[in-house]
């Protein structure tokens, strides 16, 4: 079985300073991470995904995330927090098995002027 | 900017109803999933359809049923609607067979009001 679980629903940064939003994930297998953005009222989009290349992953928006087996975890990173990056974010993994995502809960991300 | 649209944007609906939702996939994806998002949760993977087959499927009943069509267009139908349907139904899609390789391409949903 697998499962996602994403540390703290809301976070909340001053801007300018360090986000870091959790995942953890339960996998018997390698899996697949990703990290996916919710703007209001629009669909996911794709920041970034770690397919067992290198484990330290750069995204968009200047967000990276480090793939940690030991920790089983995948946390979301970015130096500097700016105002647009408040939005709700989704850790996810896949397995090619059944061949379907499992998002956590989301963690939604408040920046403070 | 997204190339998958999904109509309509929002929806009410009585129970017991059934109701149809499209997706209009990016051109050449072949592979079109839908998920179902309640309000303050993480999506949940309904199908996944390749090349008009259904190639996955998560722990939705029967009445949530799918199709694909060849111009990359697919259609959600929901039979018998309850009040727990009420959610956001995303639509994703994909180049290839496996999802992983260029992630999906996700729509901005419909927001489906049960009564």
């Known amino acids: 079985a697998q499962s996602v679980t994403q540390l703290g629903s809301h976070v909340s940064v001053s801007e300018g300073a360090l986000v870091l939003l959790r995942c953890n994930y339960s996998s018997s297998v390698p899996p697949y991470l990703f990290w996916y953005v919710q703007y209001p009222n629009q669909g996911l989009q794709l920041l970034l995904k770690?397919?067992?290349?290198?484990?330290l992953v750069k995204g968009i928006n200047g967000f990276e995330a480090e793939f940690k087996k030991s920790e089983t975890s995948f946390h979301l990173t970015k130096p500097s927090a700016h105002m647009s990056d408040a939005a709700e974010y989704f850790c996810a993994v896949h397995l090619n098995t059944g061949n379907q995502f499992y998002f956590g809960t989301g963690t939604s991300l408040t920046v403070i002027p | 900017e997204t190339g998958v649209t999904q109509s309509p944007t929002h929806l009410i609906k009585t129970r017991g109803q059934q109701v149809t939702l499209r997706c209009s996939s990016q051109s050449g994806h072949n592979t079109v999933s839908w998920y179902q998002q309640a309000l303050g949760q993480g999506p949940q993977f309904i199908f996944q359809y390749y090349r008009e087959e259904e190639n996955g499927r998560g722990n939705f009943p029967p009445r949530f049923s799918g199709l694909q069509f060849p111009n990359y267009s697919s259609e959600l139908n929901v039979n018998a609607l309850e009040l727990d349907d009420s959610a956001l139904y995303l639509c994703?899609?994909?180049?290839?067979?496996?999802?992983?390789?260029?992630?999906?391409?996700f729509g901005s949903g419909t927001r489906l009001t049960v009564v």
């Open positions: 770690y397919t067992s290349a290198a484990t």
């Open positions: 994703a899609s994909s180049l290839g067979e496996v999802v992983t390789e260029d992630g999906y391409t």
